[in-house]
């Protein structure tokens, strides 16, 4: 069978420091793989997400990319778009926009731009919220039990291309020592596949000077049933919903994630107010790990 081969790289992202963010594998020169060939590939990686780049099929992008897990593609995930645009400009990709980067996927057009810091942002895509039920919310409580959901932010399927479960609990401690097992994971399995989300995301306030303002859990429910390190979509649906909720710390503010599985994610997030449809940046690092060649 004849093979190619092209630039590969595997990123860290939402972290300044290695190993301490969610890695991404970057597939460069990927248009004429097939579906079924990306997704073989993606399971084959055994990483969170695995992000497939090629040219553009609408002008004003800079590239296209396509995003698989393990099992299923996706329309849009955050870390896959944080960890693709830093891939691009490391291999020497020139915008089109010096400090803009538009990059095409299943949920559209995406926008993401250079900051000061070092970090890229992309602008949070539209999201809908549907709050759950009273029969929902008692289901709910009984399988997170013993932390405490803060009802006074009713939690609610928000869904920006990747679909998640946002609870709040009453401070960052309580979100850090939710345990997941047994008959509480079948429970939120259940109803998760009930709301239509991949996942739960568990969100907790620090106390004032803390590492953070919040602190970020997020499992997948069904068939992938891990925990993951950082995650860009539902930070984007935390930051979407508080400010639905009109519950939102500022114009600006941060998320440590990844602390339960030995990581330290730093997410920056950002509203822009003076902007049309006052979008929302979600914004981090990215680090290089592995810089190399991929055998298609």
């Known amino acids: 069978m004849s093979s190619r081969t092209v630039q590969f790289k595997q990123v860290d992202v939402f972290t300044a420091v290695p190993f301490k963010g969610n890695p991404l594998a970057v597939i460069f020169d990927a248009e004429g793989l097939s579906t079924e060939r990306m997704q073989e590939i993606a399971r084959w990686t055994n990483l969170s997400e695995t992000a497939f780049l090629m040219p553009p099929t609408d002008p004003r992008a800079d590239y296209r990319v396509r995003i698989f897990t393990t099992a299923v593609e996706l329309p849009f995930a955050g870390h896959p778009t944080l960890g693709s645009a830093h891939a691009l400009i490391d291999s020497g990709y020139e915008p089109k926009t010096p400090g803009r980067l538009v990059q095409q996927c299943g949920v559209g057009l995406v926008t993401l731009a250079a900051r000061e810091n070092g970090e890229w942002a992309f602008a949070a895509p539209p999201a809908s919220i549907v709050p759950l039920t009273d029969a929902q919310n008692e289901r709910l409580a009984t399988a997170l039990a013993p932390a405490v959901i803060d009802f006074s932010a009713p939690p609610a399927a928000v869904n920006n291309g990747a679909p998640w479960l946002v609870v709040r609990v009453q401070d960052a401690a309580q979100c850090l020592a939710m345990s997941l097992h047994g008959g ?46 950082v995650t860009g979509s539902a930070n984007a649906a935390l930051a979407t919903l508080l400010s639905a909720q009109g519950r939102r710390p500022g114009t600006a503010f941060t998320v440590r994630q990844g602390t339960a599985l030995g ?13 049309s449809g006052a979008p929302i940046w979600i914004g981090g690092r990215t680090v290089t790990i592995v810089d190399g060649t991929f055998c298609l």
Do not use: C, K, M
């Open 184 to 229: 509480a994971r079948e429970a939120l399995e259940a109803l998760v596949a009930q709301v239509g989300t991949h996942g739960i995301a568990v969100y907790g306030p620090h106390e004032p000077g803390g590492p953070a303002t919040f602190e970020l859990r997020v499992t997948l429910l069904g068939a992938e049933n891990i925990e993951d390190p």
């Open 263 to 275: 990581r330290d994610g730093r997410v920056s997030i950002a509203y822009d107010d003076d902007a």
